[in-house]
T-cell receptor, first 111, second 114 residues
Framework: GENVEQHPSTLSVQEGDSAVIKCTYS??????FPWYKQELGKRPQLIID?????GEKKDQRIAVTLNKTAKHFSLHITETQPEDSAVYFC??????????FGAGTRLTVKP | DTGVSQNPRHKITKRGQNVTFRCDPI?????LYWYRQTLGQGPEFLTY????????KSRLLSDRFSAERPKGSFSTLEIQRTEQGDSAMYLC????????????FGSGTRLTVV
């Protein structure tokens, strides 16, 4: 089955700096890669996603890149703000549609 | 709120007792998923349904766990003879069938086994 690894486990940046979180996946059949943000005590919420036919997608300060050959994808947050502080999870799913998640990255944005 | 609804939000039970959780997905979503999340970890896949059919079960789902979605709408997850290691957040999510989109998660049921 799919195995998703995520790095780093914790990330601390200064407000205004950029943050990058990286994930790798094992199943070459995976074709959908969402990112979720989870604040303390709350449900994971989808913030951006990318499909295997696209190499990059951007939504305001958030962007995701995908390298199918290397089987890795990354989340980029620019101009970070304190409210970006949360745990971020990457995930991957294939044709069977059951999604596997990374272990998460705790992002702290210092004001 | 017309999102995914889970009940109860919190459950404290004694070891050895049975517990049942309920999930009401977004009404037009065919697929329903159960995940377990422990502190500091990502959600771990347990099982999923397409309509009323249970299509996949993780090895994490021991014989003490059973999930149902009898009418293809709400789902229940039952844990029999609970153990302390079952303490976790149990998340339900739903999605449409095709194309694949991100899941919508419920708020979860936090289980504490004492």
């Amino acid at each position: 089955g799919e195995n998703v690894e995520q790095h780093p486990s914790t990330l601390s940046v200064q407000e205004g700096d950029s943050a990058v979180i990286k994930c790798t996946y094992s199943d070459s059949a995976s074709n959908y890669f969402p990112w979720y943000k989870q604040e303390l005590g709350k449900r994971p919420q989808l913030i951006i996603d990318i499909r295997s036919n696209v190499g990059e997608k951007k939504d305001q300060r958030i962007a995701v890149t995908l390298n199918k050959t290397a089987k890795h994808f990354s989340l980029h947050i620019t101009e970070t703000q304190p409210e970006d502080s949360a745990v971020y999870f990457c995930a991957a799913s294939g044709s069977d549609n059951d999604m596997r998640f990374g272990a998460g990255t705790r992002l702290t944005v210092k004001p | 709120d017309t999102g995914v609804s889970q009940n109860p939000r919190h459950k404290i039970t004694k070891r050895g007792q049975n517990v049942t959780f309920r999930c009401d997905p977004i009404s037009e979503h065919n697929r329903l998923y159960w995940y377990r999340q422990t502190l500091g970890q990502g959600p771990e896949f347990l099982t999923y349904f397409q309509n009323e059919a249970q299509l996949e079960k993780s090895r994490l789902l021991s014989d003490r766990f059973s999930a149902e979605r009898p009418k293809g709408s709400f789902s229940t997850l039952e844990i029999q003879r609970t153990e302390q290691g079952d303490s976790a957040m149990y998340l339900c999510a739903s999605s449409s069938l095709v194309p694949t989109y991100g899941y919508t998660f419920g708020s979860g049921t936090r289980l504490t086994v004492v």
